[in-house]
């Protein structure tokens, strides 16, 4: 595809259910980024894979949040018995190729938890 | 870990004057990244650099890497300019891996 897709662009989830987010990198990219922006707050981090390595988990903020990424290309984050604060915009982005570093952010998934 | 300050935190002007923002951060990095949000929209990568000047129609963006700062400028600003404007470095330093943002700039452009 022409660039970064996600879906559902947008959740609203009853609290203690789990949800699942799907990403769709661009096509070769090999990094895939998921960062989460709640709501009056900056963009943080969450996870960050890298070809075949092993993900870089640090930004999770609980068990409750784990992510993997199918064939080196669709990434889905899943967030587990979900929490009011739990409610933000998730965003993934991806980079490589020739602009190797830049990263191309898709349109996020606001997320909802009643 | 890098630390990012951006200024101004707000920012109002009007239709037509030269806008800045300013960006530092701490640790040493070789690609800063100028990001930008519209109202209830989604990110767009506006610039990523790693030393000197680029230009992107009405965007300038700078980078002095020794010390440690960036900056955003818009020339002949606009309304439609009106958004978020973020800094973001990559975390431990270098040019890749996850970023680290800054607070964001919200600028407001009136006609």
């Known amino acids: 595809g022409a660039g970064v897709s996600q879906s559902p662009s947008n959740k609203v989830t009853e609290k203690g259910k789990d949800v699942e987010l799907r990403c769709d990198p661009i096509s070769g990219h090999t990094a895939l980024y998921w960062y989460r922006q709640s709501l009056g707050q900056g963009l943080e981090f969450l996870i960050y894979?890298?070809?075949?390595?092993?993900?870089?988990k640090s930004g999770l903020p609980s068990d409750r949040f784990s992510a993997e990424r199918t064939g080196g290309s669709v990434s889905t984050l899943t967030i587990q018995r979900t929490q009011q604060e739990d409610s933000a915009v998730y965003l993934c982005a991806s980079s490589g190729g020739q602009a190797y570093n830049e990263q191309f952010f898709g349109p996020g998934t606001r997320l909802t938890v009643l | 870990k890098n630390e990012v300050e951006q200024s101004p935190q707000n920012l109002t002007a009007q239709e037509g004057e030269f806008i800045t923002i300013n960006c530092s951060y701490s640790v040493g990095i070789s690609a800063l990244h100028w990001l930008q949000q519209h109202p209830g929209g989604g990110i767009v990568s506006l610039f990523m650099?790693?030393?000197g000047k680029k230009k992107h129609g009405r965007l300038i963006a700078t980078i002095n890497i020794q010390e440690k700062h960036s900056s955003l400028h818009i020339t002949a600003s606009h309304p439609r300019d009106s958004a978020v404007y973020i800094c973001?470095?990559?975390?431990?330093?270098?040019?890749?891996?996850?970023?680290?943002f800054g607070k964001g700039t919200k600028l407001s452009v009136k006609p």
């Open positions: 894979f890298q070809g075949n390595s092993a993900p870089d």
């Open positions: 650099l790693s030393s």
């Open positions: 973001a470095v990559p975390l431990y330093g270098g040019s890749q891996g996850n970023l680290i």
